[in-house]
């Protein structure tokens, strides 16, 4: 098993950025095909935000995001990143790190660990 737990959220301003990450610990953390970010805002289904690969050369955004959010991985250092800059009210949720065994999925029910969330509130 591998355990998962978030860090870096909190209030900013839109426009403004901030930097999430995930510590893994557990099971080898390189094993993990694929590493994610969903978020789920009150009321809403959990979301696919971003996903990178184990060798980091691959890397998915969903639509909303492109272009603002950043992931990266070390696997060294067994942690996984979301920088997220020019963020918009729309953004608030609570983010959540997840990790897969296989090939890319955006499907929530695909991944096999999550972690415990963390806010993120973005004020207009």
């Known amino acids: 098993q591998v355990q998962l737990v978030e860090s870096g959220g909190g209030l900013v301003q839109a426009g403004g950025s901030l930097r999430l990450f995930c510590a893994a610990s557990?099971?080898?953390?390189?094993?993990?095909?694929?590493m994610g970010w969903f978020r789920q805002a009150p009321g809403k289904e959990r979301e696919f935000v971003a996903a990178i690969a184990r060798s980091g050369g691959s890397t998915y955004y969903a639509d909303s995001v492109k272009g603002r959010f950043t992931i990266s991985r070390d696997n060294a250092k067994n942690t996984v990143s979301l920088q997220m800059n020019s963020l918009k009210p729309e953004d608030t949720a609570v983010f959540y790190c997840?990790?897969?065994?296989?090939?890319?999925?955006?499907?929530?029910?695909?991944?096999?660990?999550w972690g415990q969330g963390t806010q993120v509130t973005v004020s207009s």
């Open positions: 557990g099971r080898t953390f390189g094993s993990y095909a694929i």
């Open positions: 997840a990790a897969r065994a296989y090939r890319f999925s955006a499907r929530p029910d695909d991944y096999d660990y």
